[in-house]
């Protein structure tokens, strides 16, 4: 009896190796095994077993399901029958022995498998699934090749009724951004990433879906010489900019040609040279304000000031872009034109002091709104005015995913501060 009983826990456990290994197999993320891949033979099997989940599944199926014919055929024909007999000898009503014998082996083998076979197993799994991927993968390669002919049997009859079912297709196994968003606030949670961390790498997502329109200083926020200015006139400009690179525009067409850099006006009034705008004045590139912000970051990256202007369709002049521009995408708004002007401030009773000009993406991500509240538009001002249709009076607001949007300052036309106030 008692070889028959460790035969049988041997086969439990032997069932939760093989639920063990399914489930860390299948939980393993292969952008962590992939380092791992040149180094350890183990992360190579366990990747190349994952590319073919069909025939990993299959194996590992046809070993539980051995297991359990296993288990089953010896706790009812053994184990039942000796605890019968026992129950017999004690005096108990053969009927009753019978019934109690082969039931109670059935209720004990259940949940000793149930335990030891699968819950427990599954937990190691999921706890560290990289790492014990890497333990059992090259056993279960080399049950997959002695299972081959069986594996395949089942593989191709499983994709039969896949296709009967409408699913004519490989899975494609593809990461969403909520699911980076989710491993990030993980990592966060985890202690692996600071909160700047955190808040750059949101960044750098928020980056690849704006553009150029979305990241550009507006046109009614650049300052700029007159191409038509005297000498005296653009330096006493050029020091009341404090800019180092200065748009230059012709004010007869409203054309702006180029920039003129504080460097080069430093060296010519340095000289005592007459400030010849036309002369200093150098070309910068121009970009389309529907252009990604991927690409306007690569023309920064060869331009020589690291500046572009922005130009829609209809060839008017919309603003400029510098690199510091697409560093403040990445690391989140924090002041305005103005220093002193922050882009979201707290106040005392919880609500929200939201300047128009805040990008609408990175506002929505902070206060976890759905992305599509501000429409075509880039800024909390145009959130504003997509949802209410119209340009709002001071005073005027709306409600919206649980939050009260209040307009607080106009400045002219453009709405300067919103109210936000949680519902």
Same mark, same amino acid.
């Given at each position: 009896m008692?070889?028959?009983?460790l035969?049988?826990?041997?086969?439990?456990?032997?069932?939760?190796?093989?639920?063990?290994?399914?489930m #860390?197999? +299948? *939980?393993?993320?292969p952008?962590?095994?992939?380092?791992?891949?040149?180094?350890?033979?183990?992360a190579?099997?366990?990747?190349?077993?994952?590319?073919?989940?069909?025939?990993?599944?299959?194996? %590992?199926?046809?070993?539980?399901?051995?297991?359990?014919?296993? @288990?089953?055929?010896?706790?009812?024909?053994?184990l039942?029958?000796?605890?019968?007999?026992?129950? +017999?000898?004690?005096?108990?009503?053969?009927?009753? &022995?019978?019934?109690?014998?082969?039931?109670?082996?059935?209720?004990?083998?259940?949940?000793?498998s149930?335990i030891?076979?699968?819950?427990?197993?599954?937990?190691?799994?999921?706890?560290?699934?990289?790492g014990?991927?890497?333990?059992?993968?090259?056993?279960?390669?080399?049950?997959?090749?002695v299972? #081959?002919?069986?594996?395949w %049997?089942?593989?191709?009859? $499983?994709k039969?009724?896949?296709?009967?079912? $409408?699913?004519?297709?490989? *899975?494609?196994?593809?990461v969403?951004?909520?699911?980076?968003?989710?491993?990030?606030?993980?990592?966060?949670?985890?202690?692996?990433?600071?909160?700047?961390?955190?808040?750059?790498?949101?960044?750098?997502?928020?980056?690849?879906?704006?553009?150029?329109? #979305?990241?550009?200083?507006?046109?009614?926020?650049?300052?700029?010489? =007159?191409?038509?200015?005297?000498?005296?006139?653009?330096?006493?400009?050029?020091?009341?900019?404090?800019?180092?690179?200065?748009?230059v525009?012709?004010?007869?067409?409203?054309?702006?040609?180029?920039?003129?850099?504080?460097?080069?006006?430093?060296?010519?009034? @340095?000289?005592?040279?007459?400030?010849?705008?036309?002369?200093?004045?150098?070309? +910068?590139?121009?970009?389309s304000?529907?252009?990604d912000?991927?690409?306007v970051?690569?023309?920064?990256?060869?331009?020589?000031?690291?500046? #572009?202007l +922005?130009?829609?369709?209809?060839?008017?002049?919309?603003?400029?872009?510098? @690199? $510091? !521009?697409?560093?403040e995408?990445?690391?989140g708004?924090?002041?305005?034109n =103005?220093?002193?002007?922050?882009?979201?401030?707290?106040?005392?009773?919880?609500?929200?002091? %939201?300047?128009?000009?805040?990008?609408?993406?990175?506002?929505?991500?902070?206060?976890?709104?759905?992305?599509?509240?501000?429409?075509?538009?880039?800024?909390?001002?145009?959130?504003?005015?997509?949802?209410?249709?119209?340009?709002?009076?001071?005073?005027?607001?709306?409600?919206?995913?649980?939050?009260?949007?209040?307009?607080?300052?106009? !400045?002219?036309?453009r709405?300067?501060?919103?109210?936000?106030? &949680?519902?």
């Open positions: 008692i070889v028959e009983l035969t049988i826990l041997g086969l439990i456990c032997l069932n939760g190796v093989l639920a063990l290994s399914e #860390a197999i +299948v *939980s393993a993320r952008a962590r095994l992939k380092p791992m891949e040149a180094k350890s033979r183990g190579a099997a366990a990747l190349r077993l994952a590319e073919h989940p069909g025939r990993f599944l299959s194996t %590992v199926q046809i070993g539980i399901t051995l297991v359990g014919i296993l @288990s089953g055929a010896l706790s009812g024909a053994t039942g029958s000796r605890l019968t007999q026992l129950l +017999v000898a004690r005096g108990v009503d053969p009927e009753w &022995a019978g019934n109690i014998g082969v039931g109670g082996v059935v209720v004990a083998i259940t949940y000793v149930l030891v076979g699968e819950l427990v197993p599954k937990q190691l799994a999921l706890r560290n699934p990289e014990l991927a890497i333990a059992v993968a090259p056993a279960m390669t080399v049950l997959s090749k299972a #081959a002919p069986v594996v %049997v089942l593989d191709r009859s $499983g039969v009724l896949l296709w009967l079912l $409408g699913q004519r297709g490989d *899975s494609a196994s593809r969403t951004e909520e699911e980076v968003h989710t491993i990030l606030a993980e990592a966060h949670e985890g202690g692996v990433l600071e909160d700047e961390e955190r808040e750059m790498m949101k960044g750098v997502m928020r980056l690849s879906d704006r553009s150029a329109k #979305a990241l550009m200083t507006p046109r009614r926020d650049v300052e700029m010489l =007159d191409l038509a200015m005297t000498g005296p006139e653009a330096v006493a400009a050029m020091r009341r900019i404090g800019r180092p690179r200065v748009p525009e012709n004010r007869e067409t409203g054309e702006v040609l180029g920039i003129v850099t504080l460097s080069d006006a430093f060296n010519a009034v @340095s000289r005592r040279e007459a400030l010849d705008i036309r002369a200093l004045m150098q070309e +910068v590139p121009v970009v304000d529907r252009a912000a991927l690409d970051l690569e023309i920064l990256r060869t331009a020589p000031h690291s500046m #572009a +922005v130009y829609d369709e209809y060839g008017h002049f919309e603003g400029i872009i510098t @690199s $510091g !521009d697409v560093l995408a990445i690391t708004a924090v002041a305005a =103005d220093d002193d002007e922050p882009a979201m401030v707290t106040r005392e009773d919880g609500s929200l002091l %939201v300047a128009g000009w805040m990008p609408a993406d990175e506002f929505c991500d902070r206060l976890d709104l759905p992305r599509d509240m501000a429409g075509d538009y880039d800024t909390v001002a145009g959130l504003v005015l997509h949802q209410m249709r119209r340009l709002p009076g001071l005073g005027e607001g709306f409600t919206a995913h649980g939050h009260r949007f209040e307009v607080l300052d106009l !400045d002219g036309l709405i300067d501060k919103v109210l936000v106030t &949680a519902v």
